[in-house]
């Protein structure tokens, strides 16, 4: 075609663009219109070329034209419009402040929004004529706004919340009263995990295999419940735990007993407690309790609503998903067992956990309460 422009390349451009066109990382598109450019450079027409890219004329023709007026830069995607917005900043702002106001505020019978009901909500109060549940849920993920979910917390009513959880954040920092502790003093958390049952499945379990999860039958008989009190050394990673068949001051009476008649805590020359407010452990007659029958040993209570600052509950915690769950024994006994084996099993290779609540996090939380009451 006597009318197609010709096409002269420097060697930078050449070197480029046959680069570009053996490139198997490069996207197709960019490779397409570098090999329309260098068969142009080569003589060959419009429709020469077309064929052997299997492509129409007017695709060469665009740009072929293109790189004759602007060089390797006008192979570069020209910025487009894009669609018009259908909503405005403002209808944006209002959808987001509804997704963070309460249902219940608003009239409407729900404990929480989803996206499709606030997409409801939003057309019947006229804020857009429609909108999808999408776009309601690409906005909301945007801020990271998710009012489908909710987290539960609890407001300390201790007024001494303050006192009594930086006593205890200082033993496991190994510090009392301003004064390190010594090799032969010990911080103990204990406290018991209650009502374990023993749970029998009516059907025998199957293990998991290829491509297919553990399957656990649904139904159960009851076997009954038990009580597990457990004491672990903070700083040595060991626990001493024993059953009983249910919480109380007695059982952990022989608690304390089992532990302080063990060495290393037999001759220490302190023991701290560290404890929740239960019923088997709570109030001055616990501490004047601990501090008759064991002068070496010093009952400290959190304060109210913090047993998440106990140490023991995190190794209830593995306890509960190592051992117990999915609840399947066949009597009291078969989950006791369990318990106490595990426990021994745990003892032979644990570490302390790595703790790094401080008093400067209990601080910044005692401060973000008064702001909150406030």
């Known amino acids: 075609m006597s009318s197609a422009l010709m096409i002269v390349l420097s060697p930078v451009e050449e070197a480029v663009l046959t680069a570009r066109a053996r490139s198997a990382r490069a996207a197709h598109r960019d490779v397409v219109r570098a090999r329309i450019v260098l068969g142009a450079a080569d003589g060959a027409s419009n429709a020469r070329i077309a064929a052997g890219l299997g492509i129409g004329d007017d695709t060469v023709r665009k740009?072929?034209?293109?790189?004759?007026?602007?060089?390797?830069?006008?192979?570069?995607?020209?910025?487009?419009?894009?669609?018009?917005?259908?909503?405005?900043p403002v209808q944006r702002a209002e959808v987001k402040a509804l997704a963070c106001t309460l249902p219940a505020e608003t009239g409407q019978p729900l404990s929480r929004w989803s996206s499709t009901?606030?997409?409801?909500?939003?057309?019947?109060?006229?804020?857009?004529a429609s909108i999808s549940a999408s776009t309601v849920r690409r906005w909301l993920r945007g801020d990271a706004i998710k009012p489908w979910q909710h987290r539960s917390w609890i407001f300390p009513r201790d007024p001494d919340f303050a006192a009594k959880a930086g006593r205890v954040l200082d033993l496991y920092a190994r510090t009392w009263e301003g004064r390190p502790l010594g090799d032969d003093e010990y911080v103990i958390s204990a406290d018991e995990k209650s009502q374990l049952q023993a749970l029998q499945r009516r059907h025998r379990g199957t293990p998991a295999t290829s491509g297919r999860a553990r399957r656990v039958e649904f139904e159960y008989r009851r076997g009954g419940t038990l009580a597990y009190f457990a004491a672990y050394d903070v700083h040595r990673a060991r626990v001493i735990g024993r059953i009983a068949p249910k919480t109380g001051i007695a059982p952990f009476t022989e608690l304390v007993e089992q532990v302080m008649t063990t060495e290393p805590y037999a001759s220490a020359r302190r023991v701290f407690w560290v404890v929740d407010n239960g019923s088997s452990h709570s109030g001055w007659r616990s501490i004047e309790r601990m501090r008759s029958d064991w002068p070496t040993a010093e009952l400290v209570h959190f304060p109210v609503h913090a047993s998440?600052?106990?140490?023991?509950?995190?190794?209830?915690?593995?306890?509960?998903?190592?051992a117990i769950s999915p609840n399947d024994f066949a009597d009291l006994d078969a989950l006791a067992a369990r318990i106490l084996r595990f426990q021994d099993r745990y003892n032979t290779a644990a570490e302390p956990f790595t703790w790094s609540y401080t008093r400067t996090d209990l601080n910044n939380f005692v401060n973000s309460l008064a702001e909150h009451a406030a």
């Open 308 to 322: 998440w600052l106990n140490q023991v509950e995190i190794y209830f915690s593995i306890l509960q998903r190592k």
């Open 117 to 128: 009901d606030l997409a409801a909500e939003v057309v019947g109060r006229g804020v857009a």
């Open 63 to 88: 740009w072929r034209g293109r790189f004759a007026a602007e060089g390797l830069a006008g192979l570069e995607d020209r910025p487009r419009s894009g669609r018009p917005r259908r909503f405005t």
